[in-house]
């Protein structure tokens, strides 16, 4: 395992797979995460991206971050694009054709993945293509301005669905996309963030080296549409893990492993705070919405913890 | 010579691509293209192709990958179907402008809704105007042949366009027919090997591939686009003249058939032709001097030369298996199009038939013979053939 400074040369200067000059907002954690991500892969890598923030802030022609093959397609099917990939990969090595080894990667945002990508995903992973997934999973489609997706969280404001006079904002809890790719039997599936720069690499690493289909969800704070201070985005990332919002844990060969168990979980509210698109909670008649959302991240929790401790595979 | 092996329409397809052997074939199972998946899977399963073949679980996916196989440097191949086509749309759109020769057939089914299973042109008809190359074939032989030359065709560097091989639901797809399979080392050595000069796969020269182009760049990739479809017509007819040298038949843009001094013409594609040339037999027995033009190259559509083709003609009948509601039918429409130029232009009518599948007659074709020969044309208003009363 290479330390920080090694990590950091890696994903830094003229050979790094994904190089400056894009156009990400100021505070994104796109590019810290999709860094460190690549950098993890000791192969060649072939990108495959979703339509999303990272596509878009990363190519607008005529110029291109990529100094890795890369490709985008459409929204909805990162995953079908990389089993085409994968398979032209078998056919021509058989054929003599290519040398050497690569790694693919199919990358996309919470819609991309969640919603309108969920089918291409599952058909990807169920045939067993070897390639690895990223999600980086901002919580809504923050690329247009800040949408209602299935990974945006209970009590939510977003445009589509905002906070009102009769709404709190999302009134259902978000889906388990960890769990039900993980139903999949996939060989590795693993949760990270990206203010943890050494088990996100770890986990990039082993759902690189894994033989088979491999996930990878990440949380991506967004600055710009959960509207929070720039300088601020690691430690949204930091509050979302130590609040058990969003555990660092794996599922490897089916078996549950939580890499981090915060000894004292901080209350919901300190990572809700300063947040705009939950600005409304704080507001009197909808504090039952801030300890309902605490009763679910505490129950979900124990349900982890207690789905580590019985060992029982996936 | 090749060997003539009595098979359907969708074997045809089956047996061009097993001597294509392509790296990749990915689909999707739908009626009435199910059978080409099928008899191609068992190639793969038997070890007659090495194919690497991706069963996906959506014609998206389908499409997706095929797409992703064709830029990671493969040559890769689908089929599909009226729904599957539609379901596909939004990928079959974007394959053109990512300039990747992908060759799939397309088994003509009508689009619900009512659903229907059967052949009619309303697949097709709603993507002519993506970028694909669209070829038609009137039997199974055309579908075999046409496949290989559309391979050529489409990954020829001028072109770098997909293209679709057309071939109607059941009545080709099918029927069986004898099939004249020519020799696989022949076939092997004219489809060649795909160039991976601009493949995902090679990785020392990495490539950015559909990058978000905006106003000030969009433009300039679509009048690309248009060129590379304008450089069809020439390499279609070098590919033909190529692949003669193996069958010993010609490719024209389209079919005449005696129509040199035809004083009416029908305009059909696909398998009616088969039918309309019986009908034109039929009348031309009676002393009826009528003709019948099948187009086979649509996409894109060789409008000099059908005029050229049609200069004489004093009435043309165009038949459509499909509509273009509240407009002209789109074949019947390019037809129009085609013969503006001409200073004595002929008299014209539409005609629909053959909707989700019904069909048609030769007797329904001479009726319409008869029609156009009495000059009782109306070119503002389609008819309707064998339509309930």
Same mark, same amino acid.
């Given at each position: 395992?290479?330390?920080?400074?090694?990590?950091?040369?890696?994903?830094?200067?003229?050979?790094? &797979?994904?190089?400056?000059? /894009?156009?990400?907002?100021? =505070?994104?954690?796109?590019?810290?995460?999709?860094?460190?991500?690549?950098?993890?892969?000791?192969?060649?890598?072939?990108?495959?991206?979703?339509?999303?923030?990272?596509?878009?802030?990363?190519?607008?022609?005529?110029?291109?971050?990529?100094?890795?093959?890369?490709?985008?397609?459409?929204?909805?099917?990162?995953?079908?694009?990389?089993?085409?990939?994968?398979?032209?990969?078998?056919?021509?090595?058989?054929?003599?054709?290519?040398?050497?080894?690569?790694?693919?990667?199919?990358?996309?945002?919470?819609?991309?993945?969640?919603?309108?990508?969920?089918?291409?995903?599952?058909?990807?992973?169920?045939? &067993?293509?070897?390639?690895?997934?990223?999600?980086?999973?901002?919580?809504?489609?923050?690329?247009?301005?800040?949408?209602?997706?299935?990974?945006?969280?209970? =009590?939510?404001?977003?445009?589509?669905?905002?906070?009102?006079?009769?709404?709190?904002?999302?009134?259902?809890?978000?889906?388990?996309?960890?769990?039900?790719?993980?139903? /999949?039997?996939?060989?590795?599936?693993?949760?990270?963030?990206?203010?943890?720069?050494?088990?996100?690499?770890?986990?990039?690493?082993?759902?690189?080296?894994?033989?088979?289909?491999?996930?990878?969800?990440?949380?991506?704070?967004?600055?710009?549409?959960?509207?929070?201070?720039?300088?601020?985005?690691?430690?949204?990332?930091?509050?979302?893990?130590?609040?058990?919002?969003?555990?660092?844990?794996?599922?490897?060969? =089916?078996?549950?492993?939580?890499?981090?168990?915060?000894?004292?979980?901080?209350?919901?509210?300190?990572?809700?705070?300063?947040?705009?698109?939950?600005?409304?909670?704080?507001?009197?008649?909808?504090?039952?919405?801030?300890?309902?959302?605490?009763?679910?991240?505490?129950?979900?929790?124990?349900?982890?913890?207690?789905?580590?401790?019985?060992?029982?595979?996936? | 010579? *090749? #060997?003539?092996?009595?098979?359907?329409?969708?074997?045809?397809?089956?047996?061009?691509?097993?001597?294509?052997?392509?790296?990749?074939?990915?689909?999707?199972?739908?009626?009435?293209?199910?059978?080409?998946?099928?008899?191609?899977?068992?190639?793969?399963?038997? +070890?007659?192709?090495?194919?690497?073949?991706?069963?996906?679980?959506?014609?998206?996916?389908?499409?997706?990958?095929?797409?992703?196989?064709?830029?990671?440097?493969?040559?890769?191949?689908?089929?599909?179907?009226?729904?599957?086509?539609?379901?596909?749309?939004?990928?079959?759109?974007?394959?053109?402008?990512?300039?990747?020769?992908?060759?799939?057939?397309?088994?003509? @089914?009508?689009?619900?809704?009512?659903?229907?299973?059967?052949?009619?042109?309303?697949?097709?008809?709603?993507?002519?105007?993506?970028?694909?190359?669209?070829?038609?074939?009137?039997?199974?032989?055309?579908?075999?042949?046409?496949?290989?030359?559309?391979?050529?065709?489409?990954?020829?560097?001028?072109?770098?366009?997909?293209?679709?091989?057309?071939?109607?639901?059941?009545?080709?797809?099918?029927?069986?027919?004898?099939?004249?399979?020519?020799?696989?080392?022949?076939?092997?050595?004219?489809?060649?090997?795909?160039?991976?000069?601009?493949?995902?796969?090679? %990785?020392?020269?990495?490539?950015?591939?559909?990058?978000?182009?905006?106003?000030?760049?969009?433009?300039?990739?679509?009048?690309?686009?248009?060129?590379?479809?304008?450089? #069809?017509?020439?390499?279609?007819?070098?590919?033909?003249?190529?692949?003669?040298?193996?069958?010993?038949?010609? !490719?024209?843009?389209?079919?005449?058939?005696?129509?040199?001094?035809?004083?009416?013409?029908?305009?059909?594609?696909?398998?009616?032709?088969?039918?309309?040339?019986?009908?034109?037999?039929?009348?031309?027995?009676? +002393?009826?001097?009528? +003709?019948?033009?099948?187009?086979?190259?649509? @996409?894109?559509?060789?409008?000099?030369?059908?005029?050229?083709?049609?200069?004489?003609?004093?009435?043309?009948? %165009?038949?459509?298996?499909?509509?273009?509601?509240?407009?002209?039918?789109?074949?019947?429409?390019?037809?129009?199009?085609?013969?503006?130029?001409?200073?004595?232009?002929?008299?014209?009518?539409? !005609?629909?038939?053959?909707?989700?599948?019904?069909?048609?007659?030769?007797?329904?074709?001479?009726?319409?013979?008869?029609?156009?020969?009495? *000059?009782?044309?109306?070119?503002?208003?389609?008819?309707?053939?064998?339509? @309930?009363?």
């Amino acid at each position: 395992m290479p330390t920080l400074q090694e990590i950091a040369l890696k994903t830094s200067g003229a050979d790094a &797979r994904i190089v400056s000059g /894009h156009r990400m907002c100021s =505070g994104c954690s796109i590019g810290p995460l999709i860094k460190t991500v690549l950098a993890a892969s000791d192969k060649p890598v072939i990108v495959l991206s979703a339509t999303g923030c990272l596509e878009v802030v990363t190519t607008i022609y005529p110029f291109t971050a990529w100094n890795t093959p890369w490709m985008h397609v459409t929204f909805e099917n990162a995953a079908s694009v990389a089993a085409g990939v994968e398979a032209a990969y078998k056919a021509l090595k058989r054929r003599g054709r290519i040398e050497g080894d690569v790694n693919i990667l199919a990358v996309g945002g919470d819609g991309g993945t969640y919603d309108i990508g969920f089918q291409a995903l599952s058909g990807a992973l169920e045939r &067993r293509h070897k390639f690895m997934y990223l999600v980086y999973d901002n919580e809504g489609y923050m690329n247009t301005g800040n949408q209602r997706s299935g990974a945006t969280p209970f =009590g939510a404001s977003t445009t589509t669905v905002p906070a009102g006079k009769v709404s709190f904002g999302k009134p259902q809890w978000r889906k388990n996309l960890v769990e039900i790719v993980a139903a /999949h039997r996939i060989p590795y599936v693993g949760q990270a963030a990206v203010h943890n720069t050494l088990d996100l690499y770890k986990k990039a690493q082993k759902g690189f080296n894994a033989d088979g289909p491999t996930v990878l969800a990440v949380l991506q704070p967004c600055t710009t549409n959960w509207s929070f201070d720039p300088a601020l985005t690691m430690l949204y990332s930091k509050l979302a893990v130590e609040t058990n919002f969003w555990p660092l844990y794996e599922v490897e060969n =089916g078996v549950v492993h939580i890499n981090t168990k915060p000894s004292n979980r901080k209350p919901i509210e300190d990572f809700l705070k300063g947040q705009t698109r939950f600005r409304h909670l704080f507001k009197p008649g909808n504090e039952h919405v801030i300890a309902e959302m605490q009763t679910m991240i505490d129950d979900e929790w124990a349900r982890l913890l207690k789905i580590e401790e019985s060992g029982i595979q996936f | 010579m *090749g #060997v003539k092996k009595a098979i359907t329409g969708a074997q045809a397809a089956a047996e061009a691509m097993r001597q294509i052997n392509p790296d990749v074939v990915v689909a999707y199972p739908i009626t009435p293209q199910t059978p080409i998946v099928e008899q191609f899977a068992e190639y793969v399963a038997d +070890g007659i192709v090495d194919t690497e073949m991706v069963p996906v679980e959506s014609e998206h996916s389908a499409m997706s990958a095929t797409v992703g196989a064709e830029a990671a440097g493969a040559r890769a191949m689908s089929a599909t179907s009226s729904q599957g086509l539609a379901l596909m749309w939004e990928i079959v759109a974007a394959t053109p402008g990512l300039r990747l020769p992908i060759v799939m057939s397309l088994v003509n @089914r009508a689009l619900s809704a009512p659903i229907n299973i059967h052949c009619d042109h309303s697949d097709v008809m709603g993507v002519t105007t993506v970028g694909w190359i669209q070829i038609f074939s009137e039997n199974a032989q055309e579908v075999y042949e046409n496949l290989l030359l559309a391979i050529r065709v489409a990954e020829d560097p001028r072109v770098q366009l997909p293209a679709m091989v057309n071939q109607d639901g059941f009545i080709t797809s099918h029927a069986v027919e004898p099939v004249e399979i020519f020799d696989d080392a022949l076939v092997r050595k004219f489809v060649g090997v795909r160039s991976l000069d601009r493949a995902l796969l090679d %990785v020392e020269h990495p490539k950015s591939v559909g990058p978000l182009v905006l106003p000030d760049y969009y433009f300039e990739f679509k009048r690309a686009q248009e060129e590379a479809m304008s450089k #069809v017509f020439e390499v279609y007819r070098e590919v033909g003249t190529e692949l003669s040298a193996i069958t010993g038949k010609q !490719y024209p843009f389209f079919e005449t058939y005696r129509t040199d001094d035809a004083e009416a013409v029908v305009v059909v594609l696909n398998s009616a032709a088969g039918t309309a040339k019986a009908a034109v037999d039929a009348m031309r027995a009676q +002393g009826k001097k009528v +003709g019948m033009l099948k187009p086979i190259l649509f @996409r894109p559509f060789p409008y000099a030369e059908i005029r050229d083709a049609l200069k004489d003609a004093p009435v043309i009948g %165009v038949l459509d298996r499909s509509m273009d509601f509240g407009a002209y039918a789109p074949v019947y429409t390019e037809f129009r199009n085609a013969l503006w130029e001409l200073d004595k232009r002929p008299a014209m009518q539409s !005609y629909i038939y053959g909707l989700g599948g019904r069909d048609i007659m030769t007797t329904e074709i001479e009726a319409v013979f008869e029609e156009l020969l009495s *000059g009782k044309v109306d070119p503002e208003h389609q008819r309707y053939i064998g339509l @309930r009363g």
